[in-house]
């Protein structure tokens, strides 16, 4: 059970994560949508990036804010309807700015050990289930120039590395669970369709 001070820490954390994500809202150039499951675009794997200018750096700029805005540390192309291989990641959710990741046609090179933890995604929201997930992962990818470059990620920075990896090849968090647990949650969204709650 979580101390006085761990709740009071979780609680500020929310609120200043919202407030960050409100005033995104408000300067943002351009927000993009998240779209949801069962949308086709999140079962596809996204077209490798070939052309390096100021448009793919303005996109990246508005994934970050779609992210910032949707108050998630990730998010892939894909998840706003561009089938590409671009990913953003910030685990510090606009605290620290060297946490910023930006991945073009990333590849996990390496990975080692294991890690049981809890995930959640912009695209099932609400939907929470433990992942196995490799502890650490070395990836390599291009940045928005085309340069290659070499992220290593362990924790909570691994896992988002694998989830959003996954997700440029139409994979998601929930394809990792036992085929009665994914059932069961793919029969929950139905519900929640049919209510008009999702
Ligand atoms: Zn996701």
Known sequence: MPTETQTDTAEAKRAARKAT????????????????YPD????????????????LAQFVEEMFDSMYAAQGIGLAAP???VSKQITVIDISFNERPEDKLVLI?????????????????LSLPDINEKVKRAGWVKVRAQDVKGEFFEVEGEELLARALQ?????????????????LKRDLIIRRIKKLQRNGDW
């Open 105 to 121: 046609n990333p590849v996990i090179l390496e990975r080692e050990g294991t890690l049981y933890e809890e995930e959640g995604c």
């Open 79 to 81: 998840q706003i309807a």
């Open 163 to 179: 989830h959003e990896i996954d997700h440029l090849h139409g994979v998601l968090f929930i394809d990792h669970l036992s085929r």
């Open 21 to 36: 994500s409100e005033a995104v809202r408000k300067s943002a150039k351009k927000l993009h949508e998240v779209v949801k």
């Open 40 to 55: 086709p675009i999140l079962m596809k794997k996204g077209e490798l990036v070939t052309e390096f200018n100021d448009e």
